[in-house]
């Protein structure tokens, strides 16, 4: 629940924007402004508020003019210090208080306990007039005395009637009657003692998730009409009704009080959900609580009295009431204790010992099943027989000693029982019988294991001592327990010497989280295989792999390691050379043909995944065969050699450079962004790069000679390409490039090449732009559901001198990527508020709010709130007319720093709205956690809101979504009637669209705003 309060003071208001921002008795504050009391008249007539706060700088009569209308509002009068003379005024004619407005704004620290006290002594004048009138119609009641001792009489006989109903009630209850014997008959006669003609009664009991629901167990009807099973099976309909506050059953069961209503509407009365369609109407109806232990156990309903119920009707069923209270609790003791009993049998029958219980003459008092099926006795004769039991033939001999304590038992058929008697203090005897012939056996079995675990384990020390690795012992904690004999010096002592200690304190850092790594994989799997390790010893680095074995712990114990280290220091040096010649050029160290192959075939899985571009060069050395026989094979090699050291300096540790042989080498660069026209634009850059350092002259043996490329390009990521496919495409490209006359490069789609090629001549248009500042700023509209401006959005346009105007669709991506959305979102900003400050100027305008758009690239600069907290103040325009437009993306990555920053904004007095609801992450945790003002419905779903269900529930839910959370929503691309009447229709009060006008430039402002009958109207919350 939130207070709606209605501010009358001129702008700026500075009470409206306190209140708003306070809460009163802990509820959130809704304050709508308006700025003359005409106005506050026209809200008055139309809405309902708690508080009514009137600046006192109007006359008299205009503030006097609103007690009128203010439907139960607080009124209240903020007064000069130059109009104090108003103020007893107002008070006299129906004003709650005055608050005296000082400079210092003092006064505002005053409001929200002035506004509290009012409501507060609001309550208690109520209170007053109700107590008042209460006594009113009591005094009439004591007039009216006189005429009702003539009915004195019949009400004496029907409380005698209802006394002998409820003794009969009682009788039958003692005499164990079901609870609907009991109550039909009790409800009968209430019918006719209070003569009503309608009546039931029910049990309230609660269901999962604190759901209370009813059970329907009394329905009488004096008109003659029997109830159907339909009607006697309500529990449902029932539980709902009471669940629902305002119906008459939910009433009695939250409050705990008796309900009367003498006068149904016919919705009510057709509310009431036992009834028919056919049934005729109700016109009173008595509810009474039926209460145990201050909680709703049951309801009472009496319907149709001549003349209506009241008061005294309640009191006199309380008795009634009293004895239905204890009836419920005795029943529901009953089947508790009932409950209890069926369980305790059903234990006692299923547990796996055998229990007998005799008394202290010798008979059976109890047995379980159990006991039967161990023992082998007669279950007709411990029923039955009245004689002991140890007089029964054989029985004797089965019960074993009466003594109390432990004993065993074998039985005919070759059991062994352990028997415990317990003897109670009045002679009885409770014996347990268990069954301990299996683990008897486990013992007799554990005795021969343990003789030949020491057998094995003698063999195993011996195989250990013989094993040359080095042999480890951890706890699962990575504690050295034991070392073996193997080769202990490599550690530079044995176990003597090195205590309990752990592997981090044993071994390099490095070594000893392999070793941990192995103990955690061996704790999940049982063993761990594979894993190595370096020690830099005295002679040297060696590498040893270890092999991890989790021991078995026995009950109550941690488990152990076993692990086995062995050296392969030669094994892996033989190995790494091994690897490093198959898969690298001997000449140039370069990833040869078949390492390219793989690293390709990877880069062009990750490229699709991850939806990234990548480009592949493919660099022929021009005339490097005439070179060769000239100059000899030695500086050929040597040539290559400068080659790749040259291609390793132009490119990314992450990319590949490889050497495909002869004069031929490739180049292979991933991550170039998800757009292929600005991956194009990257990797022509690289390629320049390459182009313009092997253009670079050489020296070999003392002279320098020359030597150009021919470079293709191919492009990769969203085709399915393979290897071969995108090899082949780079090789043409580099012919290509051959037959363009060498010295060049090429890429193997032209468009592409085109397409990079205006992008970068774009971007240089842009970098013009941002020195000329071609931009212009254009604003949309944003009306309420009567037409009113409540503000704007600001909109970049570009005008290039031979482009004309450039959509922000072509030039914004440009932008972003370029990080000239840096420059563009400060001249933004920087124009909208002074845009603001024109506004103020202007009565049509000053109301004005301005949303600007705020890219995630801006918001994340360090100093993006010191910027807009200098706009702000540089231009002098009120913080909470600005409003910052994000995105849903903004929050995926470092949502709490975006969080803080909002946060400090939101303080500084700037509002935000979050931009496209629904087309991206849409979490709800965002809304509750970050410090939204608004929700904009994205155009998307309003484009077809009329048409497509799937878009109208998006749009219903997200509109309830925001009423539930106190946001205000805007609804976007509005351009039909029928889909700002659908939209009004489920709650959205603001709309955006070229239904209401195209975007304007901010000069035709003005001109615009005389167009509209805009209202000076604005809702802060």
Not at 679 to 697: E, F, G, I, W
Not at 777 to 790: A, C, I, M, T
């Amino acid at each position: 629940m939130i207070y709606r309060v209605l501010s009358v003071e001129p702008d700026p208001a500075p009470a409206a924007d306190c209140l708003s921002r306070q809460q009163l008795f802990g509820r959130p504050v809704q304050v709508c402004v308006v700025h003359h009391p005409a106005q506050a008249v026209a809200h008055l007539l139309h809405q309902t508020h708690d508080v009514l706060l009137v600046d006192g700088h109007w006359s008299v009569d205009e503030l006097l003019a609103l007690v009128p209308v203010s439907a139960g509002a607080v009124p209240l009068l903020m007064v000069s210090e130059h109009a104090l003379d108003k103020a007893p005024s107002a008070q006299a004619g129906g004003y709650a208080d005055h608050l005296v407005q000082d400079g210092q704004g003092r006064w505002l620290q005053r409001l929200p306990g002035l506004v509290e006290d009012a409501l507060k002594r609001a309550r208690l004048h109520r209170s007053l007039r109700h107590e008042l009138h209460r006594r009113h119609q009591h005094h009439q009641r004591l007039e009216a005395h006189q005429h009702a001792l003539s009915s004195l009489e019949a009400a004496r006989r029907r409380q005698d009637l209802l006394l002998k109903s409820l003794a009969q009630a009682q009788s039958r209850f003692i005499a164990n009657a079901s609870p609907q014997q009991v109550l039909t008959g009790l409800l009968e006669s209430l019918l006719e003692a209070t003569e009503s003609d309608h009546g039931f009664m029910a049990e309230v009991v609660l269901h999962a998730k604190g759901a209370r629901r009813i059970g329907l167990r009394a329905l009488a009807d004096r008109t003659g009409r029997v109830p159907s099973e339909h009607e006697r099976g309500l529990e449902h309909r029932l539980g709902r009704a009471m669940d629902n506050p305002t119906s008459l059953l939910g009433m009695v069961v939250r409050r705990g009080e008796s309900v009367i209503s003498n006068a149904l509407p016919e919705d009510d009365w057709r509310a009431l959900p036992w009834l028919p369609e056919w049934h005729r109407p109700f016109q009173s109806f008595l509810g009474l609580p039926v209460l145990l232990n201050g909680q709703v156990v049951g309801l009472v309903g009496l319907a149709n009295k001549p003349g209506g119920y009241r008061n005294e009707d309640a009191e006199r069923l309380s008795p009634l009431l009293t004895a239905l209270a204890q009836m419920a609790a005795a029943w529901r003791s009953q089947a508790a204790r009932a409950k209890a009993e069926r369980a305790l049998q059903l234990t006692l029958s299923n547990i796996n010992q055998g229990l007998l219980c005799i008394n202290h003459d010798g008979r059976v008092e109890f047995f379980n099943d159990r006991v039967v099926t161990l023992l082998g006795l007669n279950r007709r004769l411990l029923k039955k027989s009245r004689r002991p039991v140890r007089d029964q033939p054989g029985h004797s001999s089965l019960l074993g000693p009466d003594a109390p304590g432990t004993f065993w038992l074998q039985t005919p058929a070759h059991r062994t029982l352990e028997i415990q008697v317990q003897v109670l203090p009045d002679g009885c005897s409770v014996r347990t019988y268990t069954d301990v012939t299996d683990y008897m056996q486990v013992q007799q079995a554990l005795k021969a294991g343990e003789q030949r675990h020491r057998e094995m384990a003698d063999q195993l020390q011996t195989i250990l001592e013989a094993i040359p690795d080095l042999l480890y012992e951890f706890d699962e904690h990575g504690s050295i327990l034991y070392i073996g004999k193997g080769h202990p010096g490599l550690l530079g002592g044995g176990l003597d010497s090195l205590g309990r200690i752990t592997v981090r304190e044993l071994l390099p850092p490095e070594a000893a989280a392999e070793v941990e790594a192995a103990i955690a994989e061996a704790s999940l799997c049982g063993a761990s295989v594979g894993h190595q390790y370096r020690l830099d010893l005295p002679d040297g680095t060696r590498w040893y792999e270890l092999s991890m074995t989790r021991r078995e712990p026995r009950p109550g114990q941690p488990p152990r390691f076993v692990m086995l280290s062995r050296d392969i220091t030669q094994r892996r040096l033989i190995d790494e050379r091994i690897q490093h010649m198959a898969y690298h050029d001997a000449l140039t160290n370069l990833p040869n043909r078949r390492l390219m192959q793989d690293r390709l075939a990877r880069a062009l899985k990750s490229a699709k995944r991850l939806h990234q571009h990548g480009a592949l060069l493919f660099i022929d050395l021009d005339n490097f065969k005439d070179f060769n026989d000239t100059l000899g094979h030695d500086q050929g090699d040597e040539l290559l050699q400068r080659v790749a050291v040259r291609l390793r300096g132009c490119v990314r540790d992450a990319d590949t450079v490889a050497r495909l042989g002869g004069d031929e080498f490739l180049l292979m660069i991933e991550g170039l962004g998800a757009d292929a026209a600005e991956a194009a634009a990257q990797a022509d850059q690289v390629a320049r790069k390459v182009l313009t350092s092997l253009r670079q002259p050489y020296e070999l043996a003392g002279r320098e000679h020359s030597s150009t490329p021919s470079i293709g390009v191919a492009l990769f990521g969203q085709s399915n390409d393979t290897v071969e496919d995108l090899l082949k495409r780079a090789d043409l490209a580099m012919y290509r490039a051959k037959v363009e006359g060498r010295n060049t490069v090429s890429f193997f789609d032209p468009e592409l090449q085109a397409k990079a090629m205006r992008r970068a001549e774009l971007e240089a248009d842009m970098r013009v732009a941002m020195r000329e500042e071609q931009w212009l700023l254009y604003f949309q509209p944003v009306v309420d559901e009567f037409g009113h401006v409540l503000g704007a959005e600001a909109l970049v346009r570009w005008h290039h001198p031979q482009r004309g105007m450039v959509s922000p669709a072509v030039f914004i991506p440009v932008a972003e990527q370029s990080g000239m959305i840096l420059a563009i979102g400060q001249w933004v900003l920087r124009q909208a508020c002074a845009c603001l400050a024109e506004w103020a100027r202007h009565d049509r305008l000053r109301h004005w709010t301005l949303s600007v758009n705020v890219s995630a690239r801006e918001f994340r600069q360090p100093d993006f709130v010191d910027r807009v907290r200098e706009e702000v103040l540089r231009a002098g325009v009120a913080p909470y007319r600005l409003k910052l437009e994000v995105t849903e993306s903004m929050f995926m990555h470092d949502a709490d720093e975006i969080a803080e920053r909002m946060s400090a904004l939101r303080a500084f007095g700037i509002r935000f709205s979050l931009d496209d609801f629904g087309t991206g992450y849409s979490s709800l945790g965002y809304l509750k956690r970050l410090p939204l003002d608004e929700i904009k419905i994205d155009q998307s779903f309003v484009r077809d809101v009329l048409d497509d269900e799937d878009d109208a529930a998006i749009v219903r839910a997200v509109l309830t979504l925001a009423n539930t959370l106190g946001l205000s929503v805007v609804a976007e691309g509005v351009e039909q009637p029928a889909q700002q009447d659908f939209l009004a229709r489920h709650g959205c009060r603001a709309f955006q669209g070229f239904l209401f006008g195209r975007p304007i430039s901010v000069s035709e402002a003005s001109s615009y705003a005389a167009s509209l009958p805009v209202s000076t109207s604005v809702t802060l919350q």
